[in-house]
């Protein structure tokens, strides 16, 4: 352990980098959320119909269409013959999230997690006990009760409460006793479970989880010959398990964070001030090491 993990989490990187080159990653996610949200709200609250319907199932400016792929394998077990359209939407949605990581959702679209984040600042802010904490898999059995509901009561069961929904829907034609759906997450990350919803219980999680298991971009501890052990990473990891096998790792090990958990929020980006993290690739396994010197090149030998 290290001196600097008495300090406030973040502070030296907002020394070394500034406030907002140590939030950079956490401000573009913002930003995507923000433009996410707007697109569906344009049609609705101005009449600007590039995209209609809500993440559940959509249309880009009348042509492309996206359909939630969860709530296409709901569909298909309850026994409904979906449109080709919206078979077609589900592919490229599974495809993107397949190659770009499942749970990118989570952390850069998905219109919850800023309640969840903001439930886990005040949690830290007010020094609360960890809480109760279920088993991680439980979003799994979470998941597949999902899946067998739907196919025995041939009711989309998911979409009946799924919080990103209903809140799109509130905010067209009024949130009503969506607000109290809303607090009731934000109630339970910040007194019952820290970080429990979207780590612990959503299936929508769970789901993109699976679907990004073998996905391209990933997070790298490339420079972890730099640590300085702050532990600044694991503070604000919404996953911290899946750091330790990348920054801990033997002689050999892989620096990639490769477990489907990570949500490539990049905070462990933002808050390393020696810039132990990278977004790169799952075939990028380069490490940087002390001592490491250049590849001399043909005229050096020859030389």
């Known amino acids: 352990m290290s001196a600097k993990t008495k300090l406030p989490t973040g502070q030296e990187a907002i020394a070394v980098k500034g406030w907002i080159g140590a939030h950079k990653w956490l401000l573009l996610r913002r930003a995507s959320q923000v433009f996410f949200l ?5 049609g609705p609250w101005f009449g600007i119909w590039w995209v209609s319907g809500t993440l559940a199932g959509s249309r880009t400016f009348g042509v492309l ?7 296409m394998a709901q569909s298909l077990l309850a026994g409904h013959r979906p449109e080709l359209t919206a ?4 592919v490229i949605v599974l495809a ?4 770009i990581g499942g749970r ?12 969840t984040d903001a439930a886990h600042w005040l949690h830290d802010r007010l020094g609360l006990p960890k809480g109760w904490q279920p088993k991680r898999h439980t979003r799994l059995w979470v998941l597949g009760m999902v899946l067998l509901v739907s196919a025995l009561t041939g009711v989309i069961a998911w979409e009946v409460v799924n919080p990103i929904t209903m809140l799109h829907r509130g905010l067209v034609f009024g949130m009503g006793a969506t607000w109290g759906l809303v607090a009731a997450i934000f109630l339970f990350d910040l007194l019952v479970a820290r970080r429990g919803w979207c780590g612990h219980l959503c299936p929508v999680g769970a789901f993109y989880g699976l679907v990004g298991a073998k996905s391209l971009v990933r997070v790298s501890a490339r420079q972890r010959s730099a640590c300085d052990d702050c532990m600044d990473c694991f503070a604000v990891c919404p996953e911290n398990h899946v750091i330790s096998p990348a920054l801990r790792g033997k ?17 462990c980006i933002d808050v390393c001030s020696v810039d132990v993290f990278t977004f790169t690739h799952r075939f990028d396994d380069r490490l940087s090491e002390p001592g490491d010197t250049a590849t001399p090149n043909v005229a050096d030998k020859a030389a």
């Open 87 to 90: 078979l077609t939407g589900a």
């Open 104 to 115: 990118v959702y989570c952390s850069w679209v998905c219109p919850i997690n800023p309640v």
């Open 96 to 99: 993107v999230y397949a190659l």
């Open 251 to 267: 002689q050999g090990d892989t620096p990639l964070i490769l477990s489907p958990d990570c949500t490539n929020c990049g905070r």
């Open 38 to 42: 707007a697109l569906f709200l344009l």
């Open 65 to 71: 269409p996206l359909t939630d792929p969860l709530v």
